[in-house]
């Protein structure tokens, strides 16, 4: 039982030392909850991003959601433990490819949107016709770049996750777990 | 959506003048009554407004006189006169219903103090459109966002009308899909470069040689991407999500219920073949713009804030992009209205108890 103004403050202190000490814990512990939100948003097409065009459904031989092919690159998103105890979520790798490329590049490539060359006069606008070609899908021969759109999904899913109660709930969790701990010690 | 009044005409005896000092949109009317009753009045070319939300407009009072609870000023529309005994400081958002007008073609001011100032801009018409509501954004931010190449030099030999040769001076960073204005002083005309020595189409006007030549970074929404300028600032919307927000507009004769229904995810980049130029533009953009700047949309101020920003370098044969992401939100949609009441009349009538 608290008996005085000085035992409150000191229950106070101690509680403040508590956040202090787990600040690594619990932002982990929102990190997570934001990968995990990101990743079931963008798996279950949720992010209100464009539909893949019929040429990717082609290419795929495939029909699902913008972001979402094998979730290879959904499965490299990690979160990166910062030294003043914050936790930055929402990272790519590095190393580590998917295919030819890093999946830093490619999540890079995704979110901003990019041109492939398409024009029938350059090796590389070539090269892409003739792959694409293999796949039924024919250019028409004016054509000089393939437009991909931008897919900013993770910047779409923290929109969302930061409209969402679920960071509030994992912050009371612990608030909870702490002041609990702290008050036991002084029935 | 928004619309101006078209073609009008000012008169009266206040003075007015145009103003680029002090504005919203870049260039305001700056009006002085100098006498007590002086008018501005505006005529234009008669519209039916009637299934529109709101006329608006933009007021702003220097100096600044507190007459609270008097006259300050009367705006007739129409055959209605409603009369403004206040207004805050900087500028004034202004609301009029237009149910009533199906054929306006004059709105008059009346200065109540003698000597006052005033500034008006962004005056005209507005609802929320389904059809028009997300690109009316675009419009908007193409509108605001102008980016130098810093790329120009002349041509090295004359341009005949009807062909399309183009030969230049200097061609550094003028790629294929470069968009080029042309300029002998008289004639301007901007082209689409095909290749190095071809333009898209053919010259509408003849030039000469010496004439001058400027590369641009076109500002572009979705329906013009696929020209694939070369350097390009995109507009793509990239994401719909449906919200409910709920406000109350209080407009000169009553209120509305209004509620912003959805958010816009929109990404702008900025992309051309030479990184050092995308590097380049992007320090312009970060300077001019940064990570908050200010539109005008349907007559309103709006802020707009980056989240995020990301740059992807060269691959897959792409060219190197730097992209900034914003969620904005489109006009708000009425969802119902309030009138002021003027009349309010109680019948009593004395029974006896029984």
């Known amino acids: 039982m608290i008996t005085g103004i000085k035992e409150f403050k000191q229950l106070v202190k101690n509680i403040e030392k508590d956040f202090e000490k787990n600040k690594k814990n619990i932002n982990m512990d929102r990190a997570t909850q934001f990968r995990e939100f990101a990743i079931d948003k963008t798996r279950k097409n949720n992010l209100g991003l464009k539909p893949i065009s019929e040429a990717t459904v082609k290419i795929q031989e495939n029909r699902h959601p913008r972001m979402f092919n094998s979730g290879e690159l959904l499965d490299k998103i990690f979160n990166k433990p910062n030294a003043d105890g914050s936790v930055s979520s929402g990272y790519f790798p590095e190393s580590g490819k998917i295919g030819k490329l890093p999946a830093m590049v490619i999540a890079a490539l995704q979110t901003n949107g990019y041109k492939i060359p398409a024009d029938i006069n350059s090796i590389k606008g070539k090269r892409v016709r003739g792959f694409l070609a293999t796949k039924g899908i024919f250019l028409n021969r004016n054509t000089k770049w393939l437009n991909v759109p931008p897919s900013p999904f993770l910047f779409d899913a923290a929109r969302l996750y930061e409209h969402s109660d679920i960071d509030i709930k994992i912050v009371k969790k612990w608030a909870r777990q702490i002041v609990k701990k702290r008050a036991k010690q002084h029935v | ?354």
């Open chain 2, 1 to 354: 959506m928004f619309n101006n009044f078209a073609n009008i005409i000012y008169s009266g005896t206040a003075t007015e003048s145009d103003n680029t000092d002090y504005s919203l949109s870049g260039l305001s009317k700056k009006v002085t009554f100098a006498d007590l009753d002086d008018t501005f009045i505006l005529d234009f070319d008669a519209v039916d407004i009637s299934s529109y939300e709101d006329i608006t407009l933009q007021l702003s009072f220097h100096p600044h006189i507190n007459t609270a609870g008097t006259s300050f000023l009367t705006i007739a529309v129409g055959s209605d006169t409603y009369t403004i005994t206040k207004f805050n400081s900087g500028w004034n958002h202004i609301l009029i219903d237009p149910a009533a007008y199906n054929n306006l073609s004059q709105i008059t001011f009346t200065g109540k103090n003698a000597g006052m100032v005033m500034f008006m801009d962004l005056l005209g018409y507005r609802k929320a459109d389904n059809s028009t509501l997300d690109f009316d954004i675009i419009d908007s931010l193409k509108n605001k966002i102008s980016l130098d190449y810093d790329v120009s030099t002349t041509l090295a030999a004359a341009i005949t009308a009807g062909t399309n040769s183009i030969s230049l001076t200097d061609a550094t960073y003028i790629f294929p899909n470069t968009q080029l204005t042309i300029t002998d002083g008289v004639n301007t005309e901007t082209v689409k470069m095909l290749d190095s020595s071809t333009i898209v189409g053919t010259f509408t006007n003849s030039f000469i040689a010496g004439d001058t030549v400027t590369a641009n970074c076109p500002v572009v929404g979705e329906d013009e991407i696929g020209e694939d300028y070369d350097p390009i600032c995109g507009l793509v919307i990239t994401a719909k999500e449906a919200k409910s927000l709920p406000f109350v507009d209080k407009s000169l004769t009553g209120s509305k219920v209004r509620e912003y229904t959805s958010d816009l995810g929109i990404t702008l980049y900025i992309e051309t073949t030479a990184k050092s130029k995308v590097l380049q533009l992007t320090n312009e953009f970060n300077f001019s713009y940064g990570k908050k700047f200010l539109i005008i949309l349907d007559g309103e101020i709006v802020q707009v804030e980056s989240s995020s920003s990301a740059f992807s370098d060269s691959e897959l044969g792409s060219l190197p992009r730097q992209a900034y992401f914003y969620t904005i939100s489109p006009q708000a949609v009425t969802k119902s209205q309030r009138i002021d009441i003027t009349d309010f009349q109680i019948e009593m009538e004395s029974k006896e108890w029984s």
